[in-house]
């Protein structure tokens, strides 16, 4: 008699998360007392009055008033939809120019040999990646990532953190990131990129630990290998097929050079004043354009190239569609004070500290089971703004204890395709990885939560 093979748990799909979330909001409508906060103008800004909370009669949504407002999201986000979209081609031209790839590679033939600097230096890179936004895109360098970790002495393990944990440590502190950061920020009506001097600071201190973390078990493995925690590891990569590191030719430090000269316009702009929704996109588009000439691709290339790497955020535009429709049928169902009102009773434990913290953990919490940047942003900061307001929280602050928790979990989650497509090409199981890179996890955390009690210290403004 044949045994019957056991189905394995398959995380499903973030649309059919969203669609769960969805019916159980649209059901919250009938069963939560509906409710709502007055508002009050300070500084010119509406907010909400703390004190000012009362329960009304209930509106509850029909299904099919729920299934509307689903797609209803494209319209109401088509800006922030427009603007990831946009970036998304953009990287995929710059990505195919190689410029990135050669400037790495570059570092490591000269530095490969000092450990100590070369892998500061490689996270360094990723970090910078990561805090403009650049994530996904990430997936590419984990075959040259690789190689280099091998390169260094060490194993898979190494080689995919260089690109990985580097990425995060950007994408953490969230400094000029466009897919949390800047769309975080306009959701609360704060200027993009403001507040950038802790986020960077927050970015400084993750890559400095992290390059500890790295350093300290890249010796461990030169040492010796048997103390890998891969080790006789079944399917995971030990000798990486050998790719030949583009070489870093004039045109392609040209593409590098116009990158760089784009994103400081792209910082510039943001920080006085240019729509995200428009004037950042098309500063990007003209530098992927910049890059592309440069790198001496046709336009019918340089076109390919957009189209392809626009496609990539085809699902997470999605994703950022359903999140708004569910705010739309909370919103609809006059639920979203109410549970603003729980949670602020929740969290206030007599002093903010203990609140911001309270709201950190549950981003970190939330993004277990939702990791789109952008579709977290737009689902759980209509909330929490709510919340910071009747706790006495500035709305940097609300901000970044959203850019902590949506970054630092992806350390862990199934559900976050970047972990699992890199790990993944390296033939490493995810039990594996789980044992590797929870002290990481820790270490994120408790540098968040510090970063956290800071901005709550120095009333981190505007507002």
């Known amino acids: 008699m044949e045994k019957t093979e056991k189905k394995r748990f398959h995380v499903p799909h973030q649309l059919i998360i969203m669609l769960i979330i969805a019916a159980i909001a649209t059901l919250a409508t009938y069963v939560v007392p509906a409710g709502t906060y007055e508002t009050i103008e300070i500084n010119g800004r509406k907010a909400i009055d703390a004190a000012s909370f009362h329960y009304i009669d209930q509106t509850p949504v029909s299904p099919w008033e729920a299934f509307v407002a689903l797609p209803g999201g494209f319209s109401k986000q088509v800006g922030i939809i427009a603007m990831i979209t946009f970036i998304a081609g953009a990287m995929g031209v710059i990505n195919e120019t190689k410029c990135f790839d050669a400037s790495i590679g570059k570092l490591v033939s000269k530095y490969k040999n000092n450990v100590y600097l070369i892998i500061p230096l490689l996270l360094g890179v990723f970090a910078l990646l990561g805090a403009m936004g650049i994530n996904t895109p990430i997936i590419a360098f984990v075959p040259l990532a690789l190689i280099l970790g091998f390169n260094l002495g060490g194993d898979a393990l190494v080689g995919v953190s260089i690109a990985l944990m580097g990425m995060i440590c950007g994408l953490g502190g969230g400094a000029f990131c466009t897919s949390s950061t800047a769309v975080a920020q306009g959701l609360v009506g704060l200027e993009t990129f403001s507040g950038w001097p802790l986020r960077i600071a927050a970015t400084v201190v993750l890559w400095a630990v992290g390059s500890v973390f790295l350093i300290r078990y890249t010796k461990k493995v030169q040492a010796d ?132 913290i309270g709201m950190y953990i549950s981003n970190l919490l939330i993004n277990f089971v939702l990791c789109s940047s952008s579709a977290q942003a737009t689902t759980v900061i209509p909330i929490f703004s709510g919340v910071g307001q009747v706790l006495g929280l500035t709305q940097q602050t609300v901000v970044q204890t959203f850019n902590f928790g949506d970054a630092f979990t ?43 009690v800071i901005g709550v210290g120095i009333n981190y403004g505007p507002f």
């Open 225 to 356: 290998p048997t103390k890998s925690i891969i080790y006789g590891a079944e399917g995971v990569i030990a000798n990486p097929e050998e790719q030949e590191v583009p070489e870093l030719t004039p045109r392609r430090i040209g593409a590098l050079v116009a990158f760089i000269a784009g994103f400081v316009v792209i910082v510039y702009g943001a920080t006085h004043g240019w729509k995200t929704a428009d004037a950042i996109p098309a500063v990007f588009m003209l530098t992927a354009i910049a890059c592309g000439l440069i790198s001496g691709f046709s336009p019918e290339k340089i076109a390919k190239e957009f189209v392809k790497g626009a496609k990539t955020m085809s699902s997470a535009a999605l994703v950022v569609a359903f999140a708004t429709g569910i705010n739309t049928i909370l919103s609809a169902g006059n639920i979203i004070h109410t549970i603003v009102h729980a949670l602020a009773s929740l969290f206030a434990g007599g002093s903010t500290y203990v609140s911001a």
């Open 410 to 452: 992806n350390l862990l989650t199934p559900v976050s395709s970047v972990l699992i497509a890199s790990i993944g090409y390296a033939g490493i199981t995810l039990d594996k990885w789980i044992k590797y890179a929870w002290k990481w996890l820790l270490a994120f955390m408790l540098v968040g939560a510090v970063f956290v």
